[in-house]
């Protein structure tokens, strides 16, 4: 009945002009009242509009105009403060299993004596052992906004400790990686664009040593965007004042071109940004003006393809609107929105092709790619999975084997994966069913030490020691390496 109203009210919208709008909106009043007086189960206007026209509406126009009722709308704000209930648990999540990685200081998880290598067996009732990875990820952010018990298994224990934790509001840092790679050569990851990025990230090159930097890496793989002041601020970071970051055009926007402060003062070092299928909305902002003005070399895959400017409408009841009212263009003029589905989106407009032409040219007239998403200078993809690999990661045995290891050894900063270790390792594997023959295993030697280091780092010292190791053997940041001449 929902699904029918929305069609119903969809149909109207798009009539021709000479249908007033009265007239339009008279018909979807006269539907409801209908539905509402002879509908076989009692309904609510807000069950109605809330949960049907309106979101029916909206996704004829586009995949990210939305309707967010009172509660979600005060999500969306705290969301947008980059403040979220949670423990203060990193965690591996493994088929059946969850792993404890680390436990932040200060936070409920600390404060009720969870640690690395610890394993989640059951949350509220509900036992990991019997959830596949979407039920699992499910219940972890369900768990997050209420309190939680959960039932914990210490690293070579068989009993059960019971946790009962309070979630609490916590800051979620859009700069959440920050070291060196190479020599002089600086990494970040920013995992997000809030309002506070732009001074994050300078802050962060001046921990490296600023403007002494022989190069920059900074990884937006995985961002979705956020802030779009964000964005200007941190391409302010790299740009010449008075250079374009980006164009918005819409129907009932005037067309606006956005650049850097004049007040600026951009670093000239090196850098190479890194983007892939995930990377969206700000960060397309952000790699697009780097790309369109040759002050950055862009590795990894095609981005997202998300270039619509959504404006954020209040509405009655505390109940809010995020509306498509443009686009973002690049400074060489590409459009970031890949076009859309024209069966899917009936009411969309420029939206659904946004793009006349599929070759650019960047100020220093090298053809760029258009046709929506950033594509990068050089095409590089994550290490291809192999049987061996996917069969480890599905059984979760290298993550066990680090818990296990670091039970009967102590590590420090230079721990390497012996021979010896990869003997160790292969037995453990073995033991869980994992039999590959032995050219298979010499084959994935070095793999097999840079992930086993990697999860005992995650353990020993944090995910921030175990990420260093793990981008010392990821092809996208090798290639950036190769770029800096690192």
Do not use: C
């Not at 509660?71 to 705290?78: N, T, V, Y």
């Not at 780092?457 to 020691?465: H, N, P, T």
């Amino acid at each position: 009945m929902f699904r029918f109203l929305a069609i119903l009210l969809a149909t109207a919208l798009a009539l021709p002009a000479a249908d007033s709008l009265d007239s339009q909106i008279k018909r979807v009043i006269e539907a409801f009242a209908i539905i509402e007086q002879n509908a076989a189960a009692p309904i609510s206007s807000e069950q109605v509009f809330y949960q049907g026209a309106i979101p029916g509406l909206l996704r004829k126009l586009d995949p990210h105009s939305v309707f967010f009722d009172p509660s979600q709308f005060d999500q969306l704000r705290k969301m947008e403060a980059s403040t979220q209930k949670g423990f203060g648990t990193i965690v591996s999540l493994l088929p059946g299993r969850v792993i404890v990685l680390q436990t932040l200081p200060g936070t409920p998880s600390a404060k009720a004596g969870l640690a690395a290598g610890d394993e989640i067996v059951g949350i509220n009732g509900y036992l990991i052992n019997r959830l596949d990875l979407d039920q699992l990820t499910e219940l972890l952010t369900e768990s997050r906004q209420h309190p939680a018990q959960l039932d914990v298994r210490r690293p070579g224990g068989n009993g059960i400790t019971r946790m009962v934790m309070t979630p609490e509001d916590m800051e979620t840092p859009s700069v959440d990686r920050t070291f060196f790679i190479g020599p002089g050569i600086g990494y970040i990851r920013v995992a997000s664009f809030d309002e506070r990025t732009g001074k994050d990230i300078r802050r962060a090159i001046e921990k490296l040593g600023g403007e002494h930097l022989a190069g920059l890496v900074l990884d937006l793989r995985n961002n979705p965007g956020g802030v779009v002041a964000a964005a200007l601020e941190t391409a302010a970071l790299f740009l010449k004042p008075g250079e374009q970051v980006f164009t918005i055009r819409g129907r009932g926007v005037p067309e606006k071109a956005e650049t850097v402060p004049e007040t600026a003062s951009p670093y000239a070092f090196k850098l190479v940004l890194l983007v892939n299928e995930k990377s969206a909305s700000a960060s397309e902002i952000v790699s697009g003006a780097l790309q369109d003005h040759d002050r950055a070399t862009i590795v990894g895959e095609v981005s997202y393809g998300k270039g619509l400017v959504q404006s954020v409408f209040t509405l009655s009841q505390n109940a809010g609107l995020a509306l498509t009212t443009a686009l973002y263009y690049t400074p060489s003029g590409r459009s970031i929105q890949k076009p859309l589905d024209t069966s899917q989106f009936e009411l969309a407009a420029a939206t659904v092709h946004p793009n006349k032409q599929q070759e650019f040219h960047t100020d220093k007239g090298r053809t760029v790619t258009g046709g929506g998403g950033i594509h990068p200078d050089y095409l590089v993809g994550p290490a291809p999975l192999n049987r061996l690999r996917i069969a480890l990661d599905a059984s979760g045995s290298i993550t066990s084997f680090a818990t296990d290891y670091l039970q009967r050894n102590k590590v420090d900063a230079d721990f390497e994966v012996t021979s010896a270790i990869l003997d160790e390792f292969e037995a453990f594997a073995g033991a869980r069913g994992i039999q590959p023959n032995i050219g298979e295993w010499a084959a994935e030697s070095d793999f097999l030490r840079g992930r086993i280091k990697t999860e005992i780092f995650d353990q020993a010292f944090g995910v921030e020691r175990g990420d260093q190791v793990e981008l010392q053997r990821d092809p996208v940041v090798l290639k950036a390496l190769e770029l800096l001449g690192g």
